[in-house]
């Protein structure tokens, strides 16, 4: 039996002929739990955010906690925004959500696995399982975007024992000699969340000065955490 969750997406990559072109995937590693149980009430569950622990969660003040690019070949000039992102209603959800099917020809889509991880906050570690995903999908055609979106579900235990503290996601551009030349942060969410990260979109049409590629990087308490790129090629 595999078990979903309300917003598992595995695998998919739906471009049309004249869409953003190329959507770099990793797999997905489903759970299976041999338990018998509700998958009601397991889907249920991962859209409350819940505290990590018993006690108080130590708070972190919005903007505390920097996201660590290392590793990443930046530009000298390169342009790093901060903004909130666009309200997500539930028709937007099903893009992250939904299968191959319910993308249009021209969009792009894409998942990366999270792969398991630990890390601390407030003295105590927390390991986060495989089972969970970060999808991408962006709208458009050529270097002009509509739309891009991109969330973190999990699917199996991994849905009620993951635990995202001090999260965000982000959109990053670089051109085809792979050095990024602008960033898109999206807010820090400082209260912890089971199962899920909240959705980044941006509703915005905007055309991008360069080819190259568009990657939606997961940051969990400073760390990169997954990546997932589509190419934009001419």
Not at 73 to 81: C, Q, R
Not at 127 to 146: D, E
Request: charged letters at 20%.
């Amino acid at each position: 039996m595999i078990w979903k969750s309300s917003r598992s997406l595995f695998t998919t990559a739906t471009i049309g002929a004249a869409a953003v072109i190329g959507a770099a995937t990793a797999p997905l590693v489903l759970a299976t739990p041999a338990m018998a149980g509700d998958a009601g009430a397991l889907t249920r569950s991962v859209s409350t955010p819940l505290v990590v622990f018993r006690g108080s969660v130590p708070s972190q003040e919005e903007g505390s906690v920097p996201s660590d690019d290392a590793g990443e070949d930046l530009a000298d000039d390169i342009d790093v925004e901060e903004v909130q992102g666009d309200a997500v209603p539930t028709q937007e959800e099903a893009l992250v959500e939904a299968p191959s099917s319910r993308f249009s020809v021209r969009s792009a889509a894409g998942t990366a696995a999270v792969q398991t991880f630990s890390y601390t906050i407030g003295g105590a570690t927390i390991n986060v399982p495989t089972g969970c995903a970060l999808t991408h999908v962006i709208k458009g055609s050529g270097r002009k975007i509509t739309d891009q979106i991109a969330g973190v579900d999990c699917v199996g235990p991994a849905a009620l024992l993951s635990r995202f503290c001090n999260a965000r996601i982000e959109f990053h551009y670089a051109d085809t000699s792979g050095k990024t030349y602008r960033i898109t942060r999206g807010p820090l969410h400082t209260t912890c969340k089971v199962g899920t990260v909240p959705t980044f979109n941006i509703k915005k049409d905007r055309t991008l000065p360069k080819f190259g590629k568009a990657c939606a990087q997961l940051f969990v308490n400073g760390k990169r955490r997954a990546v997932q790129c589509h190419f934009i090629t001419r």
